[in-house]
Protein backbone atom coordinates (compact mmCIF):
# COMPACT_ATOMS: atom_id res chain seq x y z
CA UNK A 1 0.00 0.00 0.00
CA UNK A 2 2.85 2.00 0.82
CA UNK A 3 4.31 2.30 -3.18
CA UNK A 4 0.80 2.72 -4.25
CA UNK A 5 0.84 5.76 -1.82
CA UNK A 6 4.07 6.70 -3.25
CA UNK A 7 3.01 6.19 -7.10
CA UNK A 8 -0.43 7.70 -6.72
CA UNK A 9 1.02 10.86 -8.87
CA UNK A 10 1.92 7.98 -11.78
CA UNK A 11 -1.75 7.04 -12.34
CA UNK A 12 -3.79 8.42 -15.67
CA UNK A 13 -7.28 7.39 -15.27
CA UNK A 14 -6.61 7.90 -19.16
CA UNK A 15 -4.04 4.94 -19.71
CA UNK A 16 -5.35 2.23 -17.30
CA UNK A 17 -8.35 1.39 -14.76
CA UNK A 18 -7.36 2.28 -11.21
CA UNK A 19 -7.44 -2.22 -10.83
CA UNK A 20 -4.88 -2.34 -13.93
CA UNK A 21 -2.69 0.14 -12.29
CA UNK A 22 -2.78 -1.54 -8.58
CA UNK A 23 -2.01 -5.03 -10.54
CA UNK A 24 0.37 -3.53 -12.74
CA UNK A 25 2.45 -2.36 -9.86
CA UNK A 26 1.71 -5.40 -7.51
CA UNK A 27 2.91 -7.72 -10.55
CA UNK A 28 6.34 -5.51 -11.16
CA UNK A 29 7.14 -5.57 -7.36
CA UNK A 30 6.89 -9.37 -7.64
CA UNK A 31 9.21 -9.40 -10.99
CA UNK A 32 11.49 -7.20 -8.72
CA UNK A 33 11.72 -9.19 -5.69
CA UNK A 34 12.23 -12.79 -7.85
CA UNK A 35 15.36 -10.89 -10.00
CA UNK A 36 17.01 -10.07 -6.25
CA UNK A 37 16.54 -13.56 -5.80
CA UNK A 38 18.10 -14.59 -8.19
CA UNK A 39 20.74 -12.20 -8.09
CA UNK A 40 21.59 -13.40 -4.41
CA UNK A 41 21.52 -17.03 -5.88
CA UNK A 42 24.27 -16.13 -8.32
CA UNK A 43 26.41 -14.22 -6.06
CA UNK A 44 26.47 -17.51 -3.38
CA UNK A 45 27.26 -19.56 -6.21
CA UNK A 46 30.02 -17.65 -6.82
CA UNK A 47 31.27 -17.24 -3.73
CA UNK A 48 31.74 -20.87 -3.62
CA UNK A 49 33.53 -21.45 -6.68
CA UNK A 50 37.64 -21.56 -6.19
CA UNK A 51 39.14 -19.18 -7.99
CA UNK A 52 40.96 -20.40 -10.82
CA UNK A 53 44.78 -20.95 -11.07
CA UNK A 54 47.30 -18.79 -12.52
CA UNK A 55 47.63 -19.93 -16.52
CA UNK A 56 50.79 -21.69 -16.99
CA UNK A 57 53.36 -20.00 -19.17
CA UNK A 58 53.30 -22.23 -22.01
CA UNK A 59 49.46 -22.10 -22.34
CA UNK A 60 49.89 -18.11 -22.61
CA UNK A 61 52.04 -18.42 -25.65
CA UNK A 62 49.67 -20.68 -27.36
CA UNK A 63 46.96 -18.18 -26.41
CA UNK A 64 49.21 -15.62 -28.10
CA UNK A 65 49.99 -17.26 -30.96
CA UNK A 66 45.74 -18.43 -31.59
CA UNK A 67 45.05 -14.20 -30.92
CA UNK A 68 47.91 -13.76 -33.93
CA UNK A 69 46.87 -16.44 -36.01
CA UNK A 70 43.34 -15.61 -36.34
CA UNK A 71 44.32 -11.25 -36.24
CA UNK A 72 46.08 -12.72 -39.13
CA UNK A 73 43.41 -14.55 -40.95
CA UNK A 74 41.07 -11.79 -40.56
CA UNK A 75 43.18 -9.66 -42.18
CA UNK A 76 43.07 -11.92 -45.35
CA UNK A 77 38.71 -11.51 -45.65
CA UNK A 78 37.18 -9.19 -48.00
CA UNK A 79 36.62 -5.91 -46.32
CA UNK A 80 32.70 -6.41 -45.71
CA UNK A 81 33.21 -9.68 -44.34
CA UNK A 82 35.82 -8.87 -41.94
CA UNK A 83 33.67 -5.77 -40.72
CA UNK A 84 30.59 -8.24 -39.95
CA UNK A 85 32.89 -10.85 -37.59
CA UNK A 86 34.29 -7.27 -36.20
CA UNK A 87 30.81 -6.17 -35.78
CA UNK A 88 29.55 -9.58 -34.72
CA UNK A 89 32.18 -11.41 -32.41
CA UNK A 90 34.47 -8.78 -30.91
CA UNK A 91 31.77 -5.73 -30.86
CA UNK A 92 29.27 -8.73 -29.46
CA UNK A 93 26.67 -6.90 -31.68
CA UNK A 94 23.26 -8.64 -32.49
CA UNK A 95 23.02 -9.57 -36.48
CA UNK A 96 20.24 -7.35 -36.06
CA UNK A 97 21.65 -4.11 -35.06
CA UNK A 98 24.95 -4.89 -37.97
CA UNK A 99 22.11 -4.77 -40.28
CA UNK A 100 20.91 -1.43 -39.27
CA UNK A 101 24.22 -0.14 -38.69
CA UNK A 102 25.39 -1.04 -41.99
CA UNK A 103 22.61 -0.19 -43.78
CA UNK A 104 22.55 -3.87 -45.12
CA UNK A 105 19.41 -6.49 -45.38
CA UNK A 106 19.47 -8.95 -42.49
CA UNK A 107 20.19 -11.81 -45.08
CA UNK A 108 22.89 -9.86 -46.00
CA UNK A 109 24.73 -9.87 -43.06
CA UNK A 110 24.34 -13.62 -42.37
CA UNK A 111 25.53 -14.15 -45.74
CA UNK A 112 28.57 -12.58 -44.90
CA UNK A 113 29.19 -14.22 -41.82
CA UNK A 114 29.09 -17.50 -42.88
CA UNK A 115 30.98 -16.51 -45.95
CA UNK A 116 33.85 -15.10 -43.60
CA UNK A 117 33.83 -18.41 -40.99
CA UNK A 118 33.95 -20.92 -43.90
CA UNK A 119 36.98 -18.63 -44.79
CA UNK A 120 38.49 -18.54 -41.36
CA UNK A 121 37.59 -21.99 -40.98
CA UNK A 122 39.82 -23.18 -44.05
CA UNK A 123 42.54 -20.88 -42.71
CA UNK A 124 42.97 -22.01 -39.27
CA UNK A 125 42.26 -25.69 -39.60
CA UNK A 126 45.09 -26.91 -38.30
CA UNK A 127 44.52 -24.99 -35.00
CA UNK A 128 41.72 -27.20 -34.73
CA UNK A 129 44.15 -30.09 -35.27
CA UNK A 130 46.09 -29.35 -33.02
CA UNK A 131 43.03 -28.88 -30.37
CA UNK A 132 42.25 -32.09 -30.71
CA UNK A 133 43.48 -35.12 -28.69
Known sequence: MLTLWRKA??????????AAWVFAIARNLRIDGIRRERRAQVHALLDRVEPEAPEQPDNLVDIDERQRRVAEALQHLPPEQAEVVRMSFIEGKAHGEISKCLELPLGTVKSRLRLAMVRLRQALADLAEEETP
Do not use: H, I, S
Not at 9 to 18: E, H, I, Q, V, W
Open 9 to 18: GYFDPLRATP
